[in-house]
């Protein structure tokens, strides 16, 4: 009888939690007496760095049909400028660490409206090396929510992305934000239509970075091949792309050659801009991983010749 009721009321302590927790997550990031409380764990951010807001709202809109798509991190909508593509239909899906696992959503969510001849896909290694929880709170704030993003959920397992999605499914709900507009221009940052984000011109200062290696997370691998899997079922061509970073920081990498290796492996075009083109650290950058205009448009030609010639 006592491990009966044991049982009982475990199961309704269960079904209290299950009720309850999302009402409090709910109140906590709705209520202004609760917002100014620090919620580590509550990382909700409409129209946050990167321009995502606005990115999707353009995607929302966009006739079917792109000659060439961009996928990645802000290495992606940092790098790859539409200006430079006059000659192409295109649209550049970055976001800030985007990850494959949110690449993966991403495609599964828009690549039929979209519908691209081409995938650019930059593949940092440094973005294989990540959770992922950091581009799941971007896009489950920035973009709708369905069943894609609660499994993007569960495959993430972090207490951040249950929480933000909690929330922002309520947000979906009753659209208590849908006044909510994002300034073109934020700080130094502009968005550009088709998805690129221009930083204003700054210079990169040296630092030394002591050596290290690429690591790579295995549950982005697996996503990353059902990426590439699932491009190659829709006849997509696919160009893999290391985009440039400072020459300090990727001499600093001492197994640049495996993550070439492993990448071609796959048996795609790959090309590794850190190799194809010189820049200058001073001049071309803003930070050790971003191209300021200048780098930017260099870069762009190069990739251009490469698809023109292909």
Known sequence: MYMKNFFINIVLFFLFTLLVYPVFIILSGYLPILKNIKRPNLNYRLGSYGHMYSRINELKKLDNNVDILFLGSSHAYRGF?????????????????????????LLNRYLHKINPKTVVFEVNPGILERDGVESSL???????????????????????????????????????????????????DTYIPGGFVEREINYYKFIDYNKSEWKFNKNQLKSFNECIYLLKSKNIRIILVFAPITSRLYSSYVNNYYVDSFIMSYNLEYY???????????????????????????????????????
């Open 81 to 105: 400028d539409p200006r430079n593509f006059k000659e192409y239909k295109v649209f550049n899906l970055g976001s800030s660490a985007q990850t494959p696992i949110q690449t993966k959503v």
């Open 138 to 188: 971007d896009i489950i704030a920035n973009d709708k929510n369905d069943f894609l993003s609660i499994k993007m959920a569960f495959e993430l397992n972090d207490i951040k992305t249950y929480n933000t999605l909690i929330y922002a499914l309520f947000q979906d709900v009753l659209h208590p934000d849908k006044d909510f507009f994002e300034p073109i221009k934020k700080d130094d």
């Open 272 to 310: 590794n801009f850190n190799k194809l083109i010189k820049l200058n650290d001073s001049l071309h950058f803003y930070d050790s991983h971003h191209l300021n205009q200048y780098g930017v448009d260099i870069f762009n030609r190069k990739l251009i010749d490469i698809i023109n010639f292909n």
